[in-house]
C-alpha cells in the first residue's frame, strides 16, 4: 500500500502566499516523479509543477516565476510554495508521484486533492 497525502489549502487574498505539501508513504522503493496538478471545475486537470528524482523542475508556463516546487527526499515529501496568487489560480490541487514499490511495480498515485481558494 502507498499513500500520497496533501496538506496546505486554504483561503488566500489575491497577492498572497501558500504553501502546500504532500507526503508519499507506504511500499516505496523509489520515486522518479513528485509533482503538482491542478482543476478547476469544468476543467482538465492540469500540470502545475514537477520534480524528478534528480531534482529537474518542470513547471506550467502560467505558474513560472511565481510558483517553486522542492522536495525533501529523505521524507518522501513535495512542497509547491505559491507566491502572487491570483483567483485564476483558484482550484484543486492533487499531489502525483511516480514511483516502485517494493514488489518492484512502477506506478502513480495521487492524492485526495487540497482546496485552493484565491478571493478577496
Known amino acids: 500500500q502507498v499513500h500520497v497525502v496533501e496538506s496546505g489549502g486554504g483561503l488566500v487574498q489575491p497577492g498572497g502566499s501558500l504553501k502546500l505539501s504532500c507526503a508519499a508513504s507506504?511500499?516505496?522503493?523509489?520515486?522518479?516523479?513528485l509533482g503538482w496538478y491542478r482543476q478547476s471545475p469544468g476543467k482538465q486537470r492540469d500540470m502545475v509543477a514537477t520534480i524528478s528524482s534528480a531534482d529537474g523542475t518542470d513547471y506550467a508556463d502560467s505558474v513560472k516565476g511565481r510558483f517553486t516546487i522542492s522536495k525533501d527526499s529523505a521524507k518522501n515529501t513535495v512542497y509547491l510554495q505559491m507566491n502572487s496568487l491570483s483567483p485564476e489560480d483558484t482550484a484543486v490541487y492533487y499531489c502525483y508521484a511516480r514511483l516502485v514499490t517494493t514488489d518492484w511495480a512502477t506506478r502513480n498515485y495521487w492524492g485526495q486533492g487540497t482546496q485552493v481558494t484565491v478571493s478577496s
Open positions: 507506504g511500499n516505496i522503493f523509489s520515486i522518479f516523479v
